[in-house]
């Protein structure tokens, strides 16, 4: 099975084609920008060999037009993280300050990566609200290729931001549910480090989709040879890269994992250099968390904000949208806007199904044989269902699961079968220009506010039909990924008009971060 990353052709008008990339996000040079393109290019043709073992059963390639943009986005990460280093030279002389630049220095420092390439803010970006800064990605496949690039993650990158701020997964014994963690499929518990951002922050590094790492301890490793780490050794303590390294650490970490079956950790340590890796790697999750909570990521700095503040106004249309949000739309029994002393999150922290269609454009689908390395990532094929967090409660996600299933929550797989977290809605229309696509719901099936909402208000009313129907989006619905556990209380025929889909998104698009007095009306 071949799959070309970036070429989706469908009638439907909010699956329209769009410029992949506006010069407003400029920022790097075009010459830095032309060089990393090659550079890119060049890789990924490396990756792609023909001669390459298992390359004639799985090849998922990318589009020109997406390797265009993904050199863009690099670039940009690139100069963000030179900025960053640049402060090493004036340090904060605050500890939390100190924490928080650790963080964004990990989150941007591609090194920790298996092949060097991919950072943490590869898939969350500022200007989007810290998720997908692929526009192509998002208008075709809605998930994002891992540092091994012909590897996909089965689910489009959630936003960071306001992550933090999630409670340590709990049982509501009063709701019956599950409420808190972090990922979609809440799998970032928090109750081993008391923070789901933290824990979160430790799956992506050794997730063999996503930075490819063998073994936790080859983060620790790269991050030991990073000019950060007298910074990091004055925080967390001169212990923390005081590790007796094998000889073979570099070999052993230059391979993508996940690591064979009879040897789990490859990186072969003693038993308290092994404990003091595992104790730093936490601490590198921390100090992401730390900087995902700092005012620069978690702003509370939207229109909406501005409003209760009493420093702006919505206008009639945004007015009448937030009266059908926390009204007849019942968006706000889920995404709550807060409570007594509650911030205005826009999430209940719960899990839900909606019915969203299966994304047959996630690349994910054509990974069900040995890659070039002899990995296959989704040993179901094209019978894949993802089932959320009765998937994490059943059987977990052993190569990128920050937290132990707690056995008592394991009688609740049934009824949380299907489901996914509810996310925050706070910049879920940052983008960094009008023609800049975003994905939304947890496989990027939707690419357009106007259209998550259409679909919320018409899953039932309008009839079935399949993906590439001309109306699909529109005039009728795909059927859902699955049934299980699917709300049919809040979501599916709301009965609202045209206009009043319309004044949601302008409600919305008031939730963005970065509002300045100027911006009103």
Request: charged residues 20%; proline residues 9%.
């Amino acid at each position: 099975m071949r799959v070309i990353v970036g070429l989706r052709a469908t009638a439907s008008p909010h699956h329209m084609l769009r410029e992949p990339f506006s010069p407003a996000r400029g920022r790097i040079t075009m010459q830095i920008r032309r060089a990393l393109l090659s550079i890119l290019t060049a890789a990924f043709a490396a990756t792609l060999g023909a001669d390459a073992p298992g390359a004639a059963e799985t090849d998922t390639s990318l589009s020109p037009a997406a390797l265009k943009e993904i050199a863009q986005v690099e670039a940009e990460v690139d100069g963000i993280e030179a900025q960053t280093m640049a402060r090493l030279a004036a340090l904060p002389d605050n500890q939390v300050q100190q924490i928080e630049l650790l963080g964004k220095l990990m989150l941007y420092d591609k090194q920790l990566s298996v092949n060097r390439n991919e950072a943490c803010a590869f898939c969350h970006t500022p200007e989007t609200g810290f998720t997908g800064p692929v526009s192509e990605l998002n208008r075709t496949t809605g998930s994002y290729p891992g540092s091994v690039r012909t590897r996909f993650s089965n689910r489009k990158p959630q936003s960071h931001a306001y992550a933090p701020l999630s409670p340590v997964l709990h049982y509501n014994r009063g709701q019956g549910d599950l409420v808190g963690g972090n990922f979609w499929d809440m799998r970032a518990t928090g109750r081993r480090l008391g923070n789901p951002a933290a824990e979160q922050a430790e799956g992506p590094p050794t997730n063999p989709v996503e930075m490819g790492l063998i073994d936790n301890a080859c983060a620790v490793y790269r991050a030991s040879q990073r000019p950060y780490r007298a910074m990091f050794e004055a925080v967390w303590g001169p212990q923390a890269f005081v590790i007796a390294w094998p000889d073979d650490v570099e070999q052993v970490c230059d391979r993508p994992g996940p690591p064979p079956a009879d040897d789990p950790t490859p990186v072969h340590l003693g038993p308290v250099d092994r404990g003091r890796a595992s104790a730093t790697f936490d601490q590198m999750a921390q100090s992401i968390a730390g900087y995902e909570a700092s005012a620069e990521v978690t702003a509370l700095s939207s229109k909406f904000d501005a409003v209760l503040a009493g420093k702006a106004k919505l206008t009639p249309q945004e007015q009448q949208g937030y009266d059908l949000f926390r009204g007849k739309a019942r968006c706000n029994e889920c995404h709550r806007d807060g409570g007594p002393g509650e911030d205005p999150l826009f999430t209940d922290f719960t899990a839900s199904n909606i019915g969203t269609p299966a994304n047959p454009l996630l690349p994910y689908y054509a990974e069900d044989r040995p890659d070039a390395l002899g990995y296959v990532a989704n040993t179901e094929g094209a019978a894949f269902v993802d089932r959320g967090v009765g998937a994490f409660l059943t059987k977990g996600n052993p190569l990128s699961q920050p937290s132990a299933i707690d056995p008592r929550w394991l009688p609740l797989a049934p009824d949380t079968q299907g489901r996914v977290q509810v996310p925050t809605l706070r910049n879920v229309d940052k983008r960094p220009d009008p023609e800049f696509v975003k994905a939304y719901g947890h496989n990027g099936y939707f690419k357009s506010l106007k259209e998550i909402v259409h679909f919320y208000n018409t899953r039932d009313t309008l009839p079935r039909c399949g993906d590439r129907d001309p109306g699909a989006g529109t005039t009728c619905w795909p059927a859902p990924e699955t049934t299980e556990n699917m709300n049919t209380s809040k979501v599916g025929h709301l009965g609202l008009s045209d206009a009043e889909e319309d004044a949601i998104v302008a409600f919305m698009q008031t939730l963005s971060d970065g509002f300045t007095p100027s911006d009103k009306q």
